[in-house]
């Protein structure tokens, strides 16, 4: 069982219960024909099986190729992945640089998972997790060249704490790697903001604060295009499974999984890409 941080919102837990199963990616992975006692990390990053940042595998190599702009993370370097959930992103940046990753998240459930997955694909040696809140997070000072934040810093309603831990743990020149949507949210992403909690900074507010904590912005690409393409992709996904268990007997709790997943992927199409609202990545140094 993996240790507890500090309580999380009751509302994010239930909101990432219905993002983390094991036993989906799995059977998921079964279906395809993939041999699941042989895993890569590639097999399931590269499918969007643990990519859960907005945008998924698509905007990770995008990311990727930003940063052999400003340096990417060396071999042998250690990179922190903060909110990294059930782990893709983390397993791609080791895949790719051969780099360490340590990933943290608010959630045991997560983290728990996260490990099974680093395991199935042989890689517990080269990236580890633990449940960590980012405001309070458990490393000395500029430990990490790099610092990831993928989709999470919108969860965090103390930014100022927030960016001065990500600054605190990075060392001198190391890099700030962060994707987001920065707010305004507009109305259609009314329940979803009921179900999780968001706290969405303007870009030039979420810029000051980054400043503030002593980090300089490098660069922001927006990102809402390839967004809105997986968006789509998994809009079609979900009406296809839905199809599927027409007329058959599902679990109730299964139904209503898939409808809040079909809104949520609705919320997000009517909301991205209209009224300035756009989601990008922010490059930023100490
Ligand atoms: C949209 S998911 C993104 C996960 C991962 N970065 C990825 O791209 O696949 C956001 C994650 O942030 C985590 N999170 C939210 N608040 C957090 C906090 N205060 N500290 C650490 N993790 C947090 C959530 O539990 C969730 O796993």
């Known amino acids: 069982m993996v240790k507890t941080a500090a309580d999380p919102d009751p509302r994010l837990s239930s909101f990432y219960a219905d993002l983390t199963s094991l036993e989906l990616i799995l059977g998921t992975l079964a279906q ?10 590639r097999d399931l990053y590269s499918r969007n099986l643990d990519c859960q ?4 595998f698509p905007v990770l190599e995008v990311i990727a190729r930003v940063l052999d702009e400003y340096g990417p993370a060396k071999p042998g370097e250690r990179v922190l992945d903060v909110g990294c959930g059930i782990g893709g992103p983390g397993r791609f940046l080791v895949d790719r640089q051969g780099c360490r990753v340590v990933g943290v998240d608010l959630l045991p459930l997560r983290v728990e998972t996260a490990q099974a997955l680093a395991q ?12 960590a809140d980012a405001t309070a997070l458990p490393f000395g000072d500029g430990e990490f060249s790099q610092v990831w934040m993928l989709d999470a810093s ?35 992403m009314a329940s979803a903001t009921r179900r999780a909690p968001y706290y969405a900074p303007t870009l030039p507010q ?3 604060q980054l400043e503030h904590a002593g980090l300089r912005l490098l660069t922001w690409r927006d990102t809402t295009p390839l ?3 997986d968006f ?12 599927e268990l027409e007329g058959k007997a599902v679990p109730e709790q299964v139904r209503r999984r898939l409808a809040r997943g079909r809104k949520l992927i609705h919320d997000y199409l009517d909301a991205l890409g209209r009224d300035g609202v756009a989601c990008g990545i922010l490059i930023a140094r100490r």
Do not use: C, W
């Open 227 to 229: 967004v809105l393409a």
């Open 120 to 131: 199935k694909v042989g890689m517990a040696d080269r990236v580890t997790y633990r449940v």
């Open 32 to 41: 395809e024909g993939v041999d699941t006692a042989r895993l890569s990390a």
């Open 206 to 208: 979420l810029i000051r």
């Open 53 to 56: 940042n907005l945008g998924a």
């Open 154 to 188: 919108i969860h965090v309603r103390e930014k100022a704490r927030l960016f001065d831990e990500l600054a605190r743990v990075l060392r001198a020149g190391g890099l700030l790697v962060l994707h987001d949507m920065p707010g305004p949210l507009p109305r259609s």
């Open 232 to 243: 789509e992709q998994k809009r079609a996904a979900v009406d296809k499974a839905g199809a």
